[in-house]
């Protein structure tokens, strides 16, 4: 079945991102998937995990309400093309993970285009083709069914806890403040992340 996600909220999902491209695509059908399987979620009730840093993060933050600031949107850089999402009153998740074959042809060609591009510049005509393949792609990304899509599995960790209020402590080598569960001991003193790397380095 095509994306079920009414057009003026893919419009406004678009705008939001700042362009239409394959990624953001991905995002929308993700997050109608979590949608669907918890339709009447508050946005503080989901928790997403994402995997990738990619452009459809852009389109589960919108659509979902799962965000940064809430403490329910979680970055985890492992470069996978999947997403995992919690309804905190039920514990329930599901992980959503891009198939390998959902680019299909389309996408084989495009990503021949693409390496090429990054040793050679494509001629007028080839970037004529990249583009239209590009939109071919979001064009199937959009109106394949979530199963053909995705595979659906449990999530391979538990539900993240919700956010915490934790004390401040002073680095002692630039005197910011920094949360205590972000900062390091090294020498008996406590140092933020990133004097903790400098000073890690000199010993």
Request: charged letters at 25%.
């Amino acid at each position: 079945m095509p994306c079920t996600i009414d057009s003026a909220r893919i419009e406004a999902t678009i705008a939001f991102h700042g362009h239409w491209c394959p990624g953001v695509a991905i995002g929308i059908r993700a997050a109608e998937s979590a949608l669907r399987r918890f339709p009447e979620a508050a946005d503080t009730d989901l928790v997403a995990v994402v995997e990738t840093d990619m452009c459809g993060v852009d389109a589960i933050q919108f659509l979902t309400g799962c965000t940064l600031g809430k403490g329910n949107l979680i970055h985890r850089d492992y470069g996978k093309m999947a997403f995992s999402f919690f309804h905190r009153p039920s514990t329930d998740g599901i992980r959503v993970l891009l198939r390998r074959d959902a680019r299909g042809e389309i996408g084989l060609k495009l990503d021949a285009l693409q390496r090429q591009k990054q040793t050679t510049p494509l001629t007028p005509d080839q970037q004529a083709q990249e583009s239209h393949l590009r939109q071919k792609l979001q064009d199937r990304f959009m109106t394949l069914s979530l199963n053909d899509l995705f595979e659906f599995q449990s999530p391979p960790s538990p539900m993240p806890r919700g956010p915490q209020i934790q004390e401040s402590l002073t680095c002692a080598a630039c005197g910011e403040a920094a949360m205590e569960s972000r900062t390091r001991r090294c020498g008996g003193q406590t140092y933020c992340i990133p004097c903790f790397a400098a000073v890690d380095q000199k010993r």
